[in-house]
């Protein structure tokens, strides 16, 4: 992974702020792994280094059902489908190798009327947070991530963990599975495998010290279905203030919830606070007449402008 970042440009932004230090200085390198290309960043910017490394800790799977589906090629859509339908999910987290597979799945699932959304690495830090926010507070119910993009993903009750794309690394897929079964509760993960990825699927194995549980899909049956495309409850709301505006969730709270704001507690889901923007998950079927009643009113005495937040451009 950090060779990878380092070819979508973080190598040259690394050096042109390096440039910029004075020659005397103290530097320190973190990296989770450290491929070759990171040793030779180091030895030309570090001087008289001391190299510290942390031993991985002994990997631990929680409590997560593993499930393994073989597929062929080109059915790994409809199988994806079938997957989606067989296993009913709140919040579902898709897995691929490649951003243009993920921006292909994800049109491809939105078509399907799925709420979908997806993180690759096209989108800048602003519509990156925007989805994860939907995606948290349960706006979104399937999220489609490449690894990088999909760094610091964070979600409470992730009910499922799809591999569309089995990693390169049987470690990357210990990584991408612990994003459930998370806080003492159950989990659950399939993977879709070609008949040609099955070496994959052992050393998966091997590191994890478990079987997977292998899935059998009757011949021809379908993945369509109203589970996977049930619509999500939430809508996000996109406030323009935020922590520097001294803007806290109870102020948010009671204005859609006060006289002018009219909404029911029940109705308002995670308020989440940045710096100088908040989003605040609303049930979807008052979800206009808050942002009218926001723009029309004050939050702390203050005009604040709000808007609906919606898909990313795949």
Same mark, same amino acid.
């Given at each position: 992974e950090a060779d990878r970042m380092l070819d979508m440009g973080f190598q040259a932004d690394m050096e042109k702020i390096l440039r910029q230090t004075p020659q005397s200085r103290q530097t320190v390198l973190f990296s989770a792994t450290f491929p070759a290309t990171i040793e030779a960043m180091g030895q030309a910017h570090l001087r008289n280094a001391v190299r510290v490394t942390i031993e991985d800790a002994e990997l631990e799977t929680p409590e997560i059902r593993q499930l393994s589906l073989i597929v062929d090629s080109d059915d790994k859509v409809e199988a994806l489908r079938w997957v989606l339908n067989q296993h009913p999910h709140e919040a579902a987290l898709i897995f691929c190798n490649f951003k243009a597979t993920v921006a292909e799945l994800s049109r491809t699932l939105a078509a399907s009327?799925?709420?979908v959304d997806c993180l690759h690495g096209d989108l800048? !830090?602003?519509?990156?947070? !925007?989805? /994860?926010?939907?995606?948290?507070? !349960?706006s979104?119910?399937? /999220?489609?991530?490449?690894?990088?993009?999909?760094?610091?993903i964070d979600v409470d009750d992730l009910d499922l963990v799809i591999n569309y794309e089995l990693p390169a690394k049987p470690?990357?897929?210990?990584?991408r599975i612990g994003r459930t079964g998370r806080a003492g509760r159950g989990g659950l993960s399939v993977s879709l495998a070609t008949a040609r990825e099955k070496a994959k699927l052992k050393a998966i =194995?091997?590191?994890?010290?478990?079987?997977? =549980? %292998?899935?059998? %899909?009757?011949?021809? =049956?379908?993945?369509?279905?109203?589970t996977f495309t049930r619509d999500a409850k939430m809508a996000t709301i996109l406030i323009s203030g935020g922590r520097k505006d001294k803007l806290r969730p109870g102020d948010i709270l009671g204005a859609l919830?006060? =006289?002018?704001?009219? /909404? !029911?507690?029940?109705?308002v889901g995670k308020i989440e606070i940045h710096d %100088?923007?908040?989003?605040?998950?609303?049930?979807? %079927?008052?979800?206009?007449?808050?942002?009218?009643s926001l723009n029309r009113g004050r939050i702390k005495k203050k005009r604040f402008r709000a808007s609906l937040v919606g898909r990313a451009r795949a």
């Open positions: 009327g799925a709420s800048d !830090q602003f519509h990156r947070d !925007q989805v /994860l926010a939907r995606f948290r507070n !349960q979104v119910r399937i /999220l489609i991530a490449t690894d990088v993009a999909g760094r610091g470690e990357v897929y210990v990584h =194995e091997e590191l994890t010290g478990a079987p997977l =549980e %292998r899935l059998s %899909r009757p011949d021809g =049956e379908s993945g369509g279905g109203q919830t006060g =006289e002018a704001g009219g /909404l !029911q507690a029940t109705d %100088r923007l908040t989003y605040v998950a609303v049930a979807k %079927r008052v979800s206009r007449d808050a942002v009218k």
